[in-house]
């Protein structure tokens, strides 16, 4: 938390502006001044996945939280599509991609916006990109109270099959809007949360990207919410599939969507199936802290760090050679590819 040093001043409120009256100084005459202050809070990030959307995708959904108050929102879903046209997630082309059925690839429905609006449109006629619809729900969203946006879905599903949606979230065409806003409510409930640093939401910036920080079996979802050049909060997870009825699959694996999923294999969150991972972490590589602590160790260690200063962290453990301890630098972290997430989370933090 930022501090000014300050002459003495009586705030009369807590809100972002509050008007500062001085103290005598040398017998000279009190003045007034108008000071700006930020309402420092401390910001989280809740981590849920969901199926706002039919059977044929998931959904990632990311809510920044101060209190009971959405800072913002970040939502992705994907989805398996034939063709060529598409740019699959990351390692889709790479030992990932041996889970995908024949014909087809596992797309982020935000990173390929362009080509699945197309598809909207020649379906649907929609005239506004998938991109920007979910943009405006999210705006939507921003600043309000759980309790807030549950009027908004009640709104919604008060308009009947004839009502025009962006009469109630100004910019969105999609029919399951409301679906969405559930989706954001139930991530702010009951998401798995990541605690950052203190920051004046004003100033915050959601950033979100997919990436491989591990290998070439799975891909990431990488999240950041910045205040300038500072990382205030991160949340990481990672996909993969894996073999085994020990596993809780994404939400509709065992609906259309896995009909897109090789046989034989189920696609997970490992964030979700941190006891059942680190099990295996375990019996391979004998490992003794969990997926998820390891996963908050490296998340904790990033909040309230520049991204110059994280650069200077992956350096410093990938000096640190094979024998090195990557607890010396990342405490609670054993993961050996602990650079490798820092580095995720600098690259989305600069993008």
Known sequence: MKKKSLLPFVLL????????????VNNATPFAEIVAVQAQ???????????????????????AMQG?????????????????????????DATFGEGFADGVTL??????????SAMMADMADSTVTY??????????????????IDEGITALNDLGEDGNVSDVVSGATLADSAGYLQAIIDAANEGTEFTGAEADAANLELKQAVAAPHGDQSFAIVTTAVDGDKVVVAALDEFQFV??????????????FGEGIAEGVTLVSKLENSEAYSQLMTDIAGSTVPYAENLQAITQFAAGKTAAELEEAVAELQDLGEEGNVADVVSGS???DTS????????????
């Open 107 to 116: 797309i982020s429905k935000r990173a390929d916006s362009e080509g699945y």
């Open 41 to 63: 809070e401390t910001t989280t990030l809740k981590v849920a996945y969901l199926a706002p959307h039919g059977d044929k995708s998931f959904a990632s959904v990311v809510v």
């Open 68 to 92: 009971d108050v959405v800072v913002d929102a970040q939502i992705d879903e994907f989805q398996f599509v034939e063709g060529d046209q598409w740019t699959g997630v990351p390692n889709a």
């Open 13 to 24: 409120t807590a809100s972002s502006l509050a008007l500062a009256i001085s103290s005598p």
């Open 131 to 148: 991109e920007d619809n979910l943009n405006a729900i999210e705006d939507f969203a921003k600043g309000k109270t759980v309790a807030e």
């Open 334 to 336: 054993t993961l050996a």
């Open 243 to 256: 073999e085994g009825d020990q596993w809780s699959g994404v939400p509709n694996a065992d609906a259309p």
């Open 340 to 351: 490798g997430y820092l580095q995720a989370i600098v690259d989305v933090a600069n993008q």
